[in-house]
């Protein structure tokens, strides 16, 4: 039997020279992966006391989901600035050239409610961290962050310092 990353297409040279594009939409493609996928991810919350399930657009809406279903829990989607119809927070982060800004409504999230982050990949961090930021102003506990694929080299976990994160893929490299 195939491991699930077997099914994950490594594209070399992309974006740029000498980076390996992990590439999720083969993992997608795939019903066998995509099950692996999120039985393997919502396997990393086992045992752990959460009220709703938060992933950022789109890869986290994909994996959240369904595991948000699975457990029998809520799902609050983090969209992109100027996507969501009510009021709303909003928190703006730094990307390698730039800044982008997410939101989320400002009633999604209960003080006290328990949370677990859904999403595909971290690598630098910085998309995941303006959401603990988000999901804590509204007065939430991060209690745990997964992700399908961690790419190590960009040590993004170094901004999640002090919350419990996992992968179910984990790469050296960039």
């Given at each position: ?91 703006e982060y ?37 959401i603990t ?42």
């Open positions: 039997m195939k491991k699930l990353e077997d099914y994950v297409r490594n594209i070399p040279d992309f974006p740029e020279e000498g980076i390996v594009f992990r590439d999720v939409t083969s993992v997608l493609q795939d019903k066998d992966s995509l099950k692996m996928s999120i039985d393997q991810m919502q396997a990393l919350l086992d045992g752990k006391d959460i009220d709703v399930i938060v992933g950022p657009e789109s890869r986290g809406f994909i994996f959240g989901v369904p595991i948000a279903y699975n457990l029998n829990k809520a799902f609050v989607p983090v969209r992109k600035k100027g996507k969501l119809p009510c009021e709303t927070i909003e928190m730094a990307l390698e050239y730039g800044t982008a800004t997410i939101e989320m409504h400002k009633d999604a999230i209960k003080p006290g409610q328990k949370v677990a982050i859904v999403d595909d990949l971290i690598a630098t961090g910085g998309t995941i961290e303006a930021k988000l999901i804590e102003s509204l007065g939430g506990i991060v209690v745990k962050i997964i992700f399908l694929m961690e790419l190590e080299g960009l040590h993004g976990r170094d901004k999640l310092k002090g919350y419990d994160v996992d992968a179910v893929i984990k790469y050296e490299g960039k």
